[in-house]
């Protein structure tokens, strides 16, 4: 049962539309029960031209009637949009995410530029809900008015994490050491040459297992009403990039601060439930977490779509000689990694009444020029 449909629906933006977030973000949008797409923005190669000109669509899906004519903007901050999306290259993102917040709007975004500022929620809505009280903060901290910034975690953190919430609930976590196989399609279009990925493994991604190390610290930690306190769990990554489409897998060995039986484990992830409220969004499942019995599974391309692409595929529940316990997990990097998550968490801002519905920019003071 989703939560009821709003009187009126919120008017989205996506910036960086054009990229392989973007394009991801577009196409759920196209039938959302809350949200309609009317602004896209990329750079200046794609602005200009309708988006079904400017991008170069990688999707089985065809491109959402609404979107097709659209014009691509620019990084034009009175854009006719309650909120957008940032999925937006990292090397703009930090400056344009700031301009759009000051200008009103609030940034849902799935760059790294803002994920571990101090006063930014760095957000899964089934493990830290809470860190939206941040927000005010934030809005007084940097002198915003309607606007602000959220994030969504890294693609590879947003599945460990996910499965790492109930045990941390059930019975503290030490340490994890974690070793990923990552997709191509993490590393956006073009992405990865062929020349290096096809037949082969590249044991290194860019600033990857720093992430990894960090944001996990900050999510399974608490906003103290001032600040964020990390979770202070030891945390171990190795990133790969491996000749998958979609879908990063990982292996994951675990230390608990309580002895558990693997059964206990197991029953922890399978029963991981969200409360009703939480499950009414439209993009949420009530058990984001499968657990799968096969003793070879999870694999990419049979379980990547689990649950629309929001769930995270467990297996291989088993005991670990170093740590506690080990299993392997998987989760859609476009889908959970990133427009999926970013998509769940405007929809919980929106139930929390963070979303307002902005006058259009010709009725409103957006008409006046911003400074940057
Ligand atoms: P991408 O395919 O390279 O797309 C980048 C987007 O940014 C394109 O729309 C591009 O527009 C736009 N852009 C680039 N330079 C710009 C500029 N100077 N001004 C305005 N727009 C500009 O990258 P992606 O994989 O979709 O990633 C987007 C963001 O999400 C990145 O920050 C990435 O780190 C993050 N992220 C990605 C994943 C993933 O699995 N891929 C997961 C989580 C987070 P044009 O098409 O016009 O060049």
Same mark, same amino acid.
């Given at each position: ?33 809350? %949200? ?111 606007? %602000? ?27 994890? %050491? ?25 044991? %290194? ?168």
């Amino acid at each position: 049962m989703h939560a009821k449909p709003p009187e009126k629906k919120w008017k989205a933006g996506v910036l960086g539309a054009t990229g392989v977030v973007g394009q991801r973000l577009v196409q759920m949008l196209g039938n959302h029960p809350w %949200f309609d797409l009317t602004e896209v923005a990329a750079s200046e190669r794609s602005s200009g031209r309708t988006y079904a000109e400017a991008v170069r669509w990688h999707l089985d899906a065809p491109i959402p009637d609404a979107a097709r004519g659209l014009v691509v903007k620019g990084l034009d901050l009175s854009l006719d949009c309650d909120f957008v999306f940032s999925a937006l290259d990292s090397s703009v993102a930090g400056t344009a995410e700031e301009d759009f917040a000051r200008a009103g709007y609030p940034v849902v975004s799935n760059s790294r530029n803002h994920r571990m500022d101090p006063d930014v929620p760095l957000l899964i809505p089934e493990v830290n809900a809470a860190h939206l009280d941040a927000i005010p903060l934030q809005q007084k901290n940097r002198g915003y008015d309607t606007g %602000f910034i959220v994030t969504n975690p890294n693609c590879s953190t947003a599945g460990l994490v996910l499965v790492l919430k109930p045990l941390v609930d059930a019975f503290g976590l030490e340490k994890i %050491f974690v070793v990923t196989l990552q997709a191509i399609s993490g590393a956006g279009y073009p992405g990865v040459a062929s020349l290096d990925i096809q037949g082969n493994v590249v044991p %290194f991604i860019s600033g990857e297992e720093e992430k990894m190390e960090a944001e996990p610290q900050k999510l399974l930690g608490k906003w103290d009403g001032s600040r964020f306190v990390d979770a202070g769990i030891g945390l171990s990554a190795h990133c790969n990039r491996v000749p998958v489409i979609d879908g990063h897998l990982e292996c994951v060995s675990i230390g608990l601060k309580k002895i558990a039986s693997l059964d206990e484990v197991r029953e922890a992830l399978r029963n991981f439930e969200v409360d009703a409220d939480l499950a009414s969004l439209p993009t949420a499942l009530r058990n984001p977490i499968v657990v799968l019995d096969e003793e070879n599974r999870p694999q990419p391309r049979r379980d990547v779509n689990a649950g629309n692409g929001m769930a995270a595929v467990v297996g291989r529940v088993r005991e670990c000689p170093l740590l506690d316990v080990k299993l392997t997990l998987l989760s859609h990097n476009l889908v959970r990694g990133a427009a999926g998550a970013a998509l769940l968490n405007a929809e919980l801002l929106a139930v929390r009444g963070f979303l307002k519905h902005r006058r259009a920019p010709s009725e409103s003071r957006l008409a006046e020029p911003v400074s940057r």
